[in-house]
C-alpha cells in the first residue's frame, strides 16, 4: 500500500509572497499530476510531470520531479488571490490503472489580500 | 467548465434512504470515473467505467453500486445511507481507457450529499 503525503495541510499567506507545497509517497510513481480544487468546483489539472528531476513552469508556478521519483513539489511566487484553492497531487504508479489516481488530502491555501 | 455535467448538485436526504447521482462526461470521453470527496479522507477514488463497461474498483462500499448506459452517461446508486455517506461526490470523465498513460481528468462540479 502505497503512502501518500502532502504538507503542509493547510497554509495562509499574504498577497505577494512565496509558497511551496510539497508532496512525498513511500512508493516510486511513474508519473505525477497536480491538480487545483477551487471551492464549490471540480479539481482542474495544472500539470503532468513523468520524468525524474524534471522542472516545469506555469506563469508563477514552478513544479519540480524528485530524481527518486517519490516526491514532488510546487512553489508560488508572488501568490495572489486567485491562487486560493486546494492543491491536490495524484501520482500514477507503475502497474497501476490510469484512471485510479490516488489524490493526496491536499493543502488547503489562503492568499489574502 | 469542464464539460462534465452531474446533478443533482445538491441533495438531503435522510438515513436508510437511496439516492441516485447522475454524470454526463465530456463530448467523445468513454470512460467516466466516480470519487467521493470527504473532509477527513480527502479525494477517494470509487470505481470507473469505460465504454460501458466496469474497469476499475476502488474503495467503493458495496451499498454503493454504478453503471455507464449506452450514450456513456453514468449513474451511482447509494443504497441504505448512513450518516457517514455526508459527502461530495464527483465524476469525472478522461477519452483514455485506464490501462495506464498521463491522460487528463476532467471534473464535474460534484453532488453535495447530506444525509440527515
Known amino acids: 500500500t502505497q503512502l501518500l503525503e502532502q504538507s503542509p495541510q493547510f497554509l495562509s499567506i499574504q498577497e505577494g509572497e512565496n509558497l511551496t507545497v510539497y508532496c512525498n509517497s513511500s512508493?516510486?510513481?511513474?508519473?505525477l499530476q497536480w491538480y487545483r480544487q477551487e471551492p464549490g468546483e471540480g479539481p482542474v489539472l495544472l500539470v503532468t510531470?513523468?520524468?525524474?528531476?524534471e522542472v516545469k513552469k506555469l506563469k508563477r508556478l514552478t513544479f519540480q520531479f524528485g530524481d527518486a521519483r517519490k516526491d514532488s513539489s510546487l512553489h508560488i511566487t508572488a501568490a495572489q488571490t486567485g491562487d486560493t484553492g486546494l492543491y491536490l497531487c495524484?501520482?500514477?504508479?507503475?502497474?497501476?490503472?490510469?484512471?485510479?489516481?490516488?489524490f493526496g488530502k491536499g493543502t488547503k491555501l489562503s492568499v489574502k489580500p | 467548465d469542464s464539460g462534465v455535467t452531474q446533478t443533482p448538485k445538491h441533495l438531503i436526504t435522510a438515513t436508510g434512504q437511496r439516492v441516485t447521482l447522475r454524470c454526463s462526461p465530456r463530448?467523445?470521453?468513454?470512460?467516466v470515473y466516480w470519487y467521493q470527496q470527504s473532509l477527513d479522507q480527502g479525494l477517494q477514488f470509487l470505481i470507473q467505467?469505460?465504454?460501458?463497461?466496469?474497469?476499475a474498483k476502488g474503495n467503493i462500499l458495496e451499498r454503493f453500486s454504478a453503471q455507464q448506459f449506452p450514450d456513456l452517461h453514468s449513474e451511482l446508486n447509494l443504497s441504505s445511507l448512513e450518516l457517514g455517506d455526508s459527502a461530495l461526490y464527483f465524476c469525472?470523465?478522461?477519452?483514455?481507457?485506464?490501462?495506464?498513460?498521463?491522460?487528463?481528468?476532467?471534473f464535474g462540479e460534484g453532488s453535495r450529499l447530506t444525509v440527515l
Open positions: 469525472a470523465s478522461s477519452v483514455l481507457s485506464g490501462t495506464g498513460g498521463t491522460g487528463e481528468l476532467f
Open positions: 512508493s516510486v510513481f511513474s508519473s
Open positions: 510531470v513523468v520524468t525524474g528531476g
Open positions: 495524484a501520482p500514477h504508479y507503475y502497474g497501476g490503472s490510469q484512471g485510479n489516481l490516488i
Open positions: 463530448s467523445g470521453d468513454l470512460s
Open positions: 467505467y469505460y465504454n460501458g463497461e466496469e474497469r
